[in-house]
């Protein structure tokens, strides 16, 4: 079978396995990507796809797609796949490879993406140094959203904002992320190649097998930063836009290695596996005791809670803890809870205040921009926020008089000198839990054990214990004598 | 039967993936790639092998931005090499 009439052609060059055999992005379409004819990221995606191939890597490669014109990476890449928020890829990379650090962890992103919206992210991966490998993709504008500026346009450059060209008095000058990359401890190698012709092609090919070769030895963070056409926003044909990349975008940008340690370079010892969930309390210090019961006290019944708290006071009033003891308490009756501190950057004597949502349901968002109860524990926080309260809601004010111009007719009001109530109990600064007292009365939500067990996980010093629980049942008693009893 | 007659290369392009941007006939070095004169089903113009000339040299298949456009062959030529062929996986 073997002999001399059997010349015959095998394929030297064909489609990558890493990518899918049919596109999943459309009805139709599924044979071709989405990117223009002669768009740059084609180029790149295929190089990427040949060194998963040569370096038998598909099954433990996850690829962290961007946002911009390459955002669709998942449906091309047969390899594991995330799509990242804008300029986030090297964050959630990150994680991705020190929770997995057997896999292959790619960060591909455009030069938005890397150099404007997600500088802070490349910078610190970078100096991080993570074992991670970044293919950036430099086409020298935001292409994806029409052709704005990116940080990487080039002086004189036109785009749709910076309709002049780009002028280094007003937009700056074009950011040399690879230079600025290579001047931190950590990276092991940082390559810009371009895609301006046959040699620079072939280069670039051979870089990214490079970076990614260096992640599967454990050595450290890579870059590639590729020079690629984008000749339908440039408004140039695809060869036109290749040769642009050599001839104009290379003065700019020089092509070369900008940093190589992977001679010197150790394999880095993988991060050591994160300790099961059950080993967390222990790693903290926190005693057994002290851990939530999960739904011991259960809320009785099946009531629906949806309760809204707003509390606000001076810095050292207690604020912060009212709201963590009431959070906690919900937490322990088996309740969504939410607990959002908000204060000024003053240490003391700044006002503060917090969010605190309790729910039977999931919570959508821990801002409490309508409370159903406002706390004020002050007259300026009450000023601040009483026109917040929901219609039909409660606010509980510290002091005997409710000034007259914050009261609302669709509104009920428990006024009472709180910090009085606290002196004669013992110490003025029990006031909050007096007005957590009221508040629990008036909600009737909170069973009394899920309350006690919060204030004894989050209260150490037994003297307040006990003082606290006694401000609780004052405040209790306060709330049925103004309303109850008497009936309002 | 001639091995001297046969070229070392052959190209194949699928004409459904072929966006016709003309990178492969600016990239390969002995000019053996033009671009149709029809349209595709697409509306495209696309690359076409003049037939004769390929080197199998490969550099049109990297200069091309689609994943499966363009195929490239090399001629298999001794009993060597066949049996390295039968035993690659996925040639
Ligand atoms: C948080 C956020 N801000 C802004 C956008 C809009 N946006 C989408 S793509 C893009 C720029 C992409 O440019 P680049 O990273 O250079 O990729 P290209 O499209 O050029 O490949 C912007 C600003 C967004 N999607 N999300
Ligand atoms: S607009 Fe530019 S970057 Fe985006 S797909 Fe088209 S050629 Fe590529
Ligand atoms: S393989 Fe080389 S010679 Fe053959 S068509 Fe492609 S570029 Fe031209
Ligand atoms: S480079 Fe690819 S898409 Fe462009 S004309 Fe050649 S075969 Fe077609």
Same mark, same amino acid.
Request: with cysteine; net charge negative.
């Given at each position: ?14 489609r ?21 004819p ?13 060194a ?21 990476t998942?449906?091309?890449f ?24 057997e ?11 890397l ?61 040399h992320?690879s ?13 810009r ?15 990214i ?11 450290g963070?890579?870059?590639?930063e590729?020079?690629a ?13 290749q ?21 010197e ?15 967390i ?22 009531r ?15 604020? *912060?803890?009212l709201?963590? =003891? %009431?959070? #906690? &308490?919900?937490?322990? $009756?088996? +309740?969504?809870?939410s607990w ?9 004597s ?7 949502r ?14 159903g109860i406002?706390?004020?524990m ?13 219609p ?21 009001v428990l ?9 004669q109990?013992?110490?003025a ?10 508040? *629990?009365?008036?909600?009737? =939500? %909170?069973? #009394? &054990?899920?309350?006690? $067990?919060? +204030?004894r ?12 629980e ?19 | ?5 046969r070229?070392?290369g ?23 790639i ?54 690659a996986?996925h040639a």
């Open positions: 079978m073997c002999s001399d009439t059997a010349l015959d052609y095998e394929v030297a060059q064909g990558a396995q890493s990518f899918y055999a049919r596109f999943e992005r459309k009805d139709e379409l599924q044979h071709q990507t989405h990117y223009c002669g768009c740059g990221h084609g180029i790149a995606n295929k190089m990427l796809a040949r998963i191939d040569e370096l038998g890597i598909q099954d433990r490669t996850i690829l962290v797609g961007p946002v911009g014109c390459s955002v669709f998942y449906y091309y047969d390899v594991g796949n995330i799509q990242a928020a804008h300029g986030r890829a090297p964050a959630v990379a990150t994680a991705v490879k020190r929770s997995r650090p896999a292959v962890v790619i960060s591909y992103q455009g030069d938005g993406d150099s404007a919206i997600g500088s802070a992210e490349i910078l610190h991966a970078a100096n991080r140094g993570e074992n991670i490998t970044v293919i950036f993709v430099n086409n020298a504008i935001y292409s994806m959203t029409g052709g704005q500026a990116a940080p990487t346009t080039l002086l004189g450059q036109k785009s749709t904002t910076t309709p002049g060209g780009r002028a280094a008095d007003t937009e700056g000058y074009p950011l992320m230079e600025l990359l290579a001047t931190l401890e950590a990276p092991v190698y940082i390559e190649v371009g895609l301006g012709d046959n040699k620079q092609t072939a280069q670039a090919g051979r870089a097998r490079r970076a990614l070769e260096n992640q599967v030895r454990g050595l963070f890579s870059l590639v590729v020079l056409p984008c000749p339908t926003i440039w408004k140039m044909s695809p060869v036109d836009a040769h642009w990349v050599r001839d104009v975008m290379e003065k700019t940008f020089p092509l070369g290695v900008m940093r190589d340690r992977t001679g370079a150790m394999p880095k010892p993988a991060a050591p596996p994160s300790p099961a969930l059950e080993e309390p222990r790693i903290l210090g926190v005693a057994d005791e002290d851990l939530p019961q999960g739904n011991a006290h259960a809320v009785e019944g099946s629906e809670v949806d309760l809204e708290v707003r509390i606000a006071g001076f810095g050292g009033q207690g604020v *912060l803890l709201g963590e =003891v %009431l959070a #906690e &308490a919900g937490l322990d $009756a088996g +309740l969504e809870v959002l501190p908000s204060y000024g950057p003053e240490m003391r700044g006002t503060s205040n917090c969010h605190v309790l729910a039977s349901g999931s919570i959508d968002s821990p801002l409490v921009s309508a409370p406002l706390v004020a002050n007259e300026p926080s009450l000023r601040k926020f009483d026109r917040s309260v929901r039909g809601g409660w606010v509980i004010y510290n002091g005997s008089e409710f000034p007259a111009d914050c009261a609302r007719a669709d509104v009920r006024a009472l000198p709180f910090t009085e109530v606290a002196h109990l013992g110490d600064r029990a006031s909050n839990m007096i007005m957590l007292g009221a508040l *629990l009365e008036m909600t009737a =939500v %909170l069973p #009394e &054990a899920s309350v006690g $067990a919060a +204030l996980r989050l209260v150490k010093n037994p003297r307040w214990i006990e003082l606290d006694r401000a609780l049942a004052r405040g209790r008693a306060l709330f049925r004598e103004a309303y109850v009893e008497v009936g309002a | 039967m001639d091995a001297k007659k070229d070392r052959l190209l194949r392009i699928d004409q459904d993936e072929c966006k016709g941007c003309g990178l492969c006939i600016e990239a390969c070095p002995p000019k053996v033009a671009l149709s004169a029809e349209l595709n089903h697409y509306g495209y113009r696309t690359a076409t092998y003049a037939g004769a000339g390929c080197t199998g040299c490969g550099i049109c298949f990297m200069a091309c931005p689609e994943p499966g456009a363009i195929t490239v062959l090399r001629a298999v030529s001794h009993p060597a090499a066949m049996a390295a062929r039968e035993g996986a």
